[in-house]
Nanobody, 121 residues
Framework: QVQLVESGGGLVQAGGSLRLSCAAS????????MGWYRQAPGKQRELVAA???????NYADSVKGRFTMSRDNAKNTVYLQMNSLKREDTAVYYC???????????????WGQGTQVTVSS
């Protein structure tokens, strides 16, 4: 079993910054992909940023140039630095990872519990 624990959400004024963290723990053999999604009220969940199996980082067009994702492989942790926040960035942010474990070598999909980010004007 693998757990993803997010932290760092909160309330910030437009133009401000926040840093989200997501730490994976449990029976981890390999983290194949890891990243962030978000879901605003009344909208579908969407990709924000993610590391791919090929090692690239994909960003949603709406956050390019403002958000930066980084990782600490030793800690199985990814970070999302969010700068120049806008009201439309308000959403619940979810960490997602595809993780290979001893019982599931091909990988399985895991989600964190979500962390609220609210940007006020």
């Amino acid at each position: 079993q693998v757990q993803l624990v997010e932290s760092g959400g909160g309330l910030v004024q437009a133009g401000g910054s926040l840093r989200l963290s997501c730490a994976a723990s449990g029976m981890i053999f390999k983290i194949n992909t890891m990243g962030w999604y978000r879901q605003a009220p009344g909208k579908q969940r969407e990709l924000v940023a993610a590391f791919t199996r090929g090692g690239r980082t994909n960003y949603a067009d709406s956050v390019k140039g403002r958000f930066t994702m980084s990782r600490d492989n030793a800690k199985n942790t990814v970070y999302l630095q969010m700068n120049s926040l806008k009201r439309e960035d308000t959403a619940v942010y979810y960490c997602n990872a595809d993780v290979s474990s001893p019982s599931k070598l091909n990988g399985d999909d895991y989600w964190g519990q979500g962390t609220q980010v609210t940007v006020s004007s």
